[in-house]
């Protein structure tokens, strides 16, 4: 059984079709880089794939169930969604590295915690800096040390490494590799060809709100 499957789905909003009869199958495991030009429908595919969102006609299934008839937090919990623009709440960095404790009624693990920053050059001092304060780099890196604190099932990548230089950004690929290679599904949209192609198993490119293409890399 597919982990995750798109069957015909539209998205339209404002009276503009943003996707248009769009199937696709994904299996657990899968590293799939997602790449279009800008407007070709990258960023919606992604917010429909954990149900930010919901399509206009078609169905996505989960497990082989109905997403919209799933709770969307526990989904959520299950398909991790990072964004371009790091969204980070409260006032500090440790806010924000607690909140998936808090949310799942855990015991913080700050030694867990302090690991996971220290493998994106980010050290344990972090914790009380100030997130207005923070760079756009240390910001995709502080969400992503958030997401990957529990591993989901699905981990949804939307040009996360858009703010890092070379050597941030390959911490970053291979912390996401190191993850796929214990079996999380990788779907990450980015603008990069050589990023696209260096560890992904499958390329689909969208344009115009289609799938155009579904290329097989390895």
């Known amino acids: 059984m597919e982990q995750l499957t798109f069957r015909d789905v539209f998205y339209r909003q404002g009276g503009k079709e943003i ?3 769009v199937s696709a199958q994904f299996s657990a495991g899968d590293f799939v880089s997602i790449v279009g030009p800008s407007g070709s429908g990258k960023s919606t595919f992604l917010r429909l794939c954990c149900h ?21 937090i526990g989904l959520r919990k299950k398909i991790s969604y990072c964004f371009q623009e790091p969204v980070l709440w409260g006032n500090t960095v440790e806010d924000n590295v607690a909140f998936p404790y808090r949310v799942r009624d855990r015991k913080i693990d700050r030694e867990k ?18 997130v207005k304060g923070l760079s756009g780099g240390e910001k995709q890196r502080i969400s992503l040390v958030r997401t990957l604190l529990f591993e989901p099932e699905i981990l949804l990548l939307d040009e996360v490494t858009s703010a890092l230089d070379a050597e941030n950004a ?7 590799l190191r993850m796929n290679r214990k079996g999380v599904t990788v779907l990450w949209v ?5 990023q696209s192609r260096k560890y992904a198993d499958r390329l689909l490119t969208l344009e115009n709100g289609r799938i155009q293409s579904s290329e097989e890399i390895k």
């Open 19 to 21: 996707l248009k009869d």
């Open 52 to 72: 930010l969102i919901s399509p206009t006609e078609g169905k996505i299934f989960f497990h082989g169930k109905d997403m919209l008839q799933e709770d969307p």
């Open 113 to 130: 915690i302090v690991s996971l920053l220290a493998r994106f050059h980010l050290d344990e001092s972090y914790l009380s800096h100030e």
């Open 170 to 176: 390959e911490l970053v690929e291979k912390e996401i």
């Open 190 to 194: 980015t603008h990069n060809d050589a």
